[in-house]
């Protein structure tokens, strides 16, 4: 049992380039989410997703695109990236009922330069 | 908008000290998580709180949950070396907004022998 896995591990941009972040999870939950996190700020969501077919922004959407064409996979795009994306970006899964906790990925590490 | 402060943000102890790291948000929320993270590691979860007066224990941390004042406690008794890590916590405001966690900000916890 894998639970929440993140590719790549780590990854240096230019910017102006584009990626794609992927997240695979088999835990069968139904929402997931992708969050940055910048020293001294915690986690902050980027977009999530409440089942297969369906986006919705987060705290941060700007700069990011995230398409759910399956429920076990959630990614998230950089079409142009910038220097403000250098962060560690985690994904995230939940159950629909709201008495588990989101159950993360081990993060990426982007460095856009 | 719902925020979530923590204090403190940096929390040096003695092994064998107790000390309680203070989680306040500023709107109604009908959950709240705690979670540890080691450097450079993923989010592990700790605790789920559900409801006013809510407490819970793991070996040597005890968390529990005010409503009423918008705060959740995570205690710490007879620290060791090994639970130095950063301490988040997190709460959702429910409802429509279901799944979207605010996170504070992070509590790095360091124990001396």
């Known amino acids: 049992n894998a639970g929440v896995t993140q590719t790549p591990k780590f990854r240096v941009l230019k910017t102006g380039q584009s990626m794609t972040l992927l997240c695979a999870q088999d835990?069968?939950?139904?929402?997931m989410y992708w969050y940055r996190q910048d020293p001294g700020m915690g986690l902050r969501l980027i977009h999530y997703?409440?089942?297969?077919?369906?986006?919705a922004k987060g705290e941060v959407p700007d700069g990011y695109n995230v398409s759910r064409l399956k429920k076990q996979n959630f990614l998230l795009g950089l079409e142009s990236a910038a220097p403000s994306q250098t962060s560690v970006y985690f994904c995230?899964?939940?159950?629909?009922?709201?008495?588990?906790?989101?159950?993360f990925g081990d993060g990426t590490r982007l460095s856009i330069l | 908008e719902l925020k979530v402060e923590q204090n403190p943000l940096f929390l040096s102890m003695q092994e064998g000290k107790n000390y309680t790291i203070y989680c306040n948000y500023s709107?109604?929320?009908?959950?709240l998580y705690w979670y540890r993270q080691d450097p450079g590691k993923s989010l592990e979860s700790l605790f789920v709180?559900?409801?006013?007066?809510a407490v819970k224990q793991e070996g040597r941390l005890m968390a529990s949950l005010d409503t009423k004042a918008r705060l959740s406690t995570l205690h710490i008794t007879a620290a060791v070396h090994d639970l130095s890590a950063t301490y988040f916590c997190?709460?959702?405001?429910?409802?429509?907004?279901?799944?979207?966690?605010?996170f504070g900000q992070g509590t790095i916890l360091t124990v001396h022998p």
């Open positions: 995230a899964s939940s159950h629909l009922r709201g008495n588990q906790p989101q159950h």
């Open positions: 835990m069968n939950h139904e929402y």
């Open positions: 997703s409440v089942g297969e077919g369906t986006t």
């Open positions: 709107t109604t929320s009908d959950r």
């Open positions: 709180l559900l409801s006013n007066g």
């Open positions: 997190a709460a959702n405001a429910g409802g429509t907004s279901y799944g979207k966690l605010t």
